[in-house]
């Protein structure tokens, strides 16, 4: 599934203490019972698409504080790595496994860290024959003295979840990525943020004509403003109506901004459909 929709938990705590011999019928009893990200998945559906898909079985890796950081790059011809962005994605689902969102750059406490993990693993896919661009996925995890624990769980050879707001980024304020410092510079030479999404969804927007989404973010100057370059950009808004989803990039000058932009479109798309 997409975005982590194909993912399912099993909890193993109560066989842990089973005999090795013991261990393997266990698991397969706990089959039935496994803890899945979709809606309305069934361990008979998802069990008759293995042989089909294949499955991957993965350690869960716990934490009290965890985040899910990750990294965009792209792999030229001459067989060079070019860091692009780092991201924490915005999580979500029964078990926080579906990709809701991101919010650029990735924390500055392992930032910088996670552009050389991702320039090591763009080198390694190079000498492989990769090329052009690609997305590693970590967690990290703090640690009782402060560092953080990362670790690698996918490599992505295509765009992603979020090239597409980057790529809005890029394109608003014709800006570039500094990889000294992980951040993005506008042209005057200020740094950039946002929080983005493709997943804002709820039943009470189904009804929102494209044309009435224009009007609510006109009268509420919830547009971008290319003089301050701040403010949100709207996509997928042919789902609106039908699903009562959209997407949105809302850019600042710091994360609280940007934050504060996104919240905003939150509250004033709620306030504006309160009627239904």
Known sequence: GFSGEGNAILDW???ADKAPHERVKAIGDCFGNLRFQSSGETWENFSSRIPELGAIAEAFIEGEEKFSP????????????????????ILGGPDGQIFLGCRFPADESYRLALQELGWKVGKNLAEKGALERFGVDFLAVKQPDGKWDIQAIEINLRKGGTTH?????????????????????????????YVASDNLKKARYRGLLPNDLMDIIADNQ?????????????HLMGCLSEFGKLGLTSIGNSPQEAEEMYNKVVKVLDRETSFS
């Open 13 to 15: 705590r109560s066989i």
């Open 70 to 89: 990750s990294v965009q790059g792209r792999i030229v011809p001459s067989g060079e790595v070019e860091i692009l962005s780092t991201h924490d994605q």
């Open 165 to 193: 707001p980057f790529m809005a980024l890029k394109l608003l304020t014709n800006g570039r990525y500094e990889r000294t410092t992980g951040l993005f510079y506008s042209q005057q030479g200020r740094p950039k943020y």
């Open 222 to 234: 919830l547009h971008f403003d290319s003089g301050t370059e701040t403010g949100s950009v709207f």
